[in-house]
């Protein structure tokens, strides 16, 4: 059985959409046991008798504008998300899935979880759409602006095992985001992050990527430090939005445009399917002793359900030992 911690009150809407996409991965999902943490008060109009549903009461938890994780972590340690952090600590639980406050998340993930002993840095990991639906991995969406060289290196081989444990890809490429695709562009850490990529036998480097080719590059890993993945980040779903507003403009301009759409309903549904990050899921936090899935804050019922659904596959496909043996083996190649 797979034991998932939920956070009930994190997200802009929460418990609502938590609490719906919980019940529908227990529906889902026969070998998921979930433990909810939160309000019961806020959470019990939504909630539904379920033998795999274990409910843990508490009042507390954190708002989305939080600004001083730190120190709400020290003053109170019975929010939600803190307490679904801390039984993934004492091992109640395989995974986290939280649409709570990222930077928050992090926090509570370094205190609580702690990091792996091969780790030295925590980068944000979503599942970013792509043309051809398969969805890439991109590292760091945020996390850390500081990087070293060999900090990406460590997160090319950590998002390696993960695309090809879960997302299935056969030798997985990694591209590392620049502002150029020629050998020796960018900065001093992306010189540097390319030539150790380049030379390390256990990763299958694409190059470097311009951020033009994001949505269609055939690489299944985009690397870069948290500032440059951040803006990647969220110029796609800036534009992803912005097109989809320009294209329902267009459509309501005219009679025959409003004719066109009713006979392209599906294709239509298919586009925008095509650009929706909830459709694959959260962002792992890569560098964790153990599996914390950061959801949008903005997740209605499915994505949440979709952000179980992936800490359920990074479970089954036991990451956190793949990576492990890779790394160990690494340092003492590198001896």
């Known amino acids: 059985m797979i034991r998932i911690a939920v956070d009930g009150m994190g997200g802009d809407f929460a418990p609502e959409p938590i609490v719906k996409g919980t ?7 026969d070998q998921v046991e979930i433990t909810l943490f939160g309000d019961e008060e806020k959470m019990k109009p939504y909630l539904k008798n379920h033998p795999r549903l274990k409910v843990v009461h508490t009042p507390f938890y954190l708002s989305m504008g939080e600004k001083d994780p730190i120190k709400q972590y020290r003053t109170n340690k019975e929010m939600s ?5 801390k039984a993934l600590k004492d091992q109640e639980v395989d995974a986290v899935v939280s649409a709570g406050p990222t930077q928050a998340l992090v926090v509570g993930g370094h205190f609580i979880v702690r990091r792996m002993p091969s780790m030295k840095r925590v980068a944000i990991a979503p599942i970013i759409p792509s043309y051809d639906r398969r969805g890439r991995i991109l590292l760091d969406s945020g996390a850390n602006v500081d990087f070293k060289a060999e900090h990406l290196r460590d997160f090319a081989v950590y998002a390696s095992i993960v695309a090809e444990k879960v997302l299935k890809r056969e030798n997985p490429t ?3 985001v620049n502002i150029g695709t020629e050998e020796g562009k960018g900065r001093e850490l992306d010189v540097e992050t390319f030539n150790l990529l380049k030379n390390d036998e256990h990763i299958n480097f694409y190059g470097n990527l311009e951020p033009k080719e994001v949505f269609t590059t055939e690489a299944d890993v985009l690397l870069s430090d948290g500032f440059t993945g951040n803006i990647v980040m969220k110029t796609m779903e800036g534009t992803a939005k912005g097109l989809g507003m320009v294209l329902k403009r267009e459509i309501k301009a ?6 066109g759409a009713l006979l392209m309903k599906k294709s239509l549904n298919n586009f925008k399917k095509s650009l929706d990050a909830s459709e694959v899921g959260g962002a792992l936090l890569m560098g964790l002793n153990g599996i914390v899935i950061k959801a949008h804050g903005s997740s209605n019922d499915y994505a949440f359900f979709n952000g179980i659904r992936q800490a ?5 496909a036991e990451v956190i030992k793949k990576v492990t043996e890779a790394l160990e083996k690494k340092e003492v190649e590198t001896k």
Do not use: Y
């Open 23 to 29: 019940l529908a991965a227990l529906d889902k999902f």
């Open 174 to 176: 990694v591209a590392l």
């Open 312 to 316: 359920k596959e990074m479970v089954e």
């Open 254 to 259: 005219t009679f025959l445009g409003k004719i």
């Open 81 to 85: 998300m803190f307490k679904a952090l």
